[in-house]
Structure formats: C-alpha cells, structure tokens
C-alpha cells in the first residue's frame, strides 16, 4: 500500500506499506476513523491500516464470511465492510464488521444476479450496490445482504463488462464499462437512464475504476488510449 499527502508527496516508505498478508492488493477503502481497508486478491484476505501505515490486522489479514479473490471493498455509513468476490463462478459479496470478523455467511451473500463481481458502492439508503463484469448486470442488496434486484441483475442502459460502480448523492447508480469503453448510468431502482449504447467518451476503449467528485462529476481512468482512425 502506498499512501501521499493532499499534495502528490508520498509518505509510505519505497517500499509501500506490506505485510505477510498484502498480496496483489485489489481496492481499498477508508472508515471513519480515518483507517485504510485493502483487500488482497492474492490469498483472499482483508488488510486494515491506520492513518499512519501501521497494520491493525493480523498478520495472516481478516478471513471468512465467503471472500474469495476480492475486489473493490466499500464502508458504509455504519462502519460495516462489504466486499466484491470477483472470481466466484456464482457471484457473492463478503460483509465484514468495523472490527474484521465475518458478518455474511462462509459463502458469502449471494443472488440478484451477483456473477463475477469487481465492483461495490454504498448508496444513501445504506443499500449495496455491486458490478457483475462476466453478466453486463448490476445487482443490489439490502443492508442486510438480502437481493433486491433480480435473479439476473439489473440490466439495460449500455451496459458491457461492468468493472467498477458508484453511486451519487441523488442515489443514482454509474458504471465504468471495462467492455467498450463507456459509462452507464442507472436510477435508484435500478432503472436505465443512460442510452442503450451507453455515455461514450473520444477519451479511451476501457474504463477500469471511477468516481464521484462533490459536484457530481464523474471521472473515469483511461486504460488503453484509442486509437486514432
């Protein structure tokens, strides 16, 4: 884990902060209490930091509640850790306590669609909201980890290989489209707001991550530039 300062400077050391269980860190999140939360794609953990880089975590990180080959992680207004299991064939989400112990069950919560998650988002209702890049889809899941979307997700609206997903302060729901390149954007029900080609953007073919800045921009890291015709 790296960490800098508001002005660009780095603060970690050149070796980033690491332990026995950071491996192929994936997403990362901070509560707020002002901790750093990682998961670890590479032996199916969950690291935690404080502000200063010192792990609270055990060495071998926080285990259970159905991780496996986590993604992006999310905190939600009540301290609580949900996480994307990306590579699990069924799809699941992973819920953890502000302390790391297994909330979920050990295969994690699964339905509404959930198929080979990577991305997680809270909204203002406390309602989780998860990218399904292998179904094109979008679930959501109560505070509880109960489905509210479909068996087959939430669909529509352009999207394509999904990555990463974001919610605003109106509740409505966006997706970086690793696919083609686009952004897709749904309503607070789950609804598609944006056209069926989706937001296209002259700027890249793949989008991986985004966020939503305060004055509710979207912004969006290009992969691979396009190629000039």
């Not at 491996?23 to 707020?32: N, P, R, Y």
């Not at 809270?122 to 109960?146: F, M, P, Y």
Request: charged share 10%.
């Amino acid at each position: 884990m790296s960490e800098f300062n508001s002005n660009g400077s780095p603060l970690s050391p050149s070796t980033g902060y690491v332990n026995a269980s950071t491996s192929f860190c994936e997403g990362v999140a901070i509560d707020k209490s002002g901790n750093a939360w990682v998961t670890n794609n590479g032996n199916n953990t969950v690291a935690k930091l404080s502000s200063s880089g010192s792990f609270i975590s055990p060495s071998t990180g926080y285990t259970g509640g159905g991780l496996k080959s986590p993604h992006e992680i999310a905190i939600d207004a009540l301290g609580k850790v949900w996480v994307a299991n990306g590579k699990s064939s069924a799809g699941s989400v992973t819920e953890l306590n502000s302390n790391g112990l297994p909330v979920s069950p050990s295969t994690g919560f699964t339905g509404g669609g959930l198929s080979g998650t990577h991305g997680i988002a809270i909204d203002r209702s406390g309602h989780v909201w998860a990218a399904n890049r292998t179904t094109s889809s979008v679930s959501e899941l109560s505070s509880t980890g109960a489905p509210l979307s479909p068996s087959t997700g939430f669909t529509g609206g352009g999207l394509n290989g999904p990555n990463d997903i974001a919610t605003d302060s109106l509740g409505r729901v966006f997706t970086a489209n690793q696919g083609n390149g686009t952004l897709s954007e749904l309503s607070s029900t789950g609804a598609p707001l944006s056209p069926s080609t989706a937001f296209q953007s002259p700027g890249g073919t793949m989008f991986h991550r985004l966020a939503i800045d305060a004055s509710g921009n979207v912004w969006e890291p290009t992969m691979i530039p396009a190629i000039p015709q």
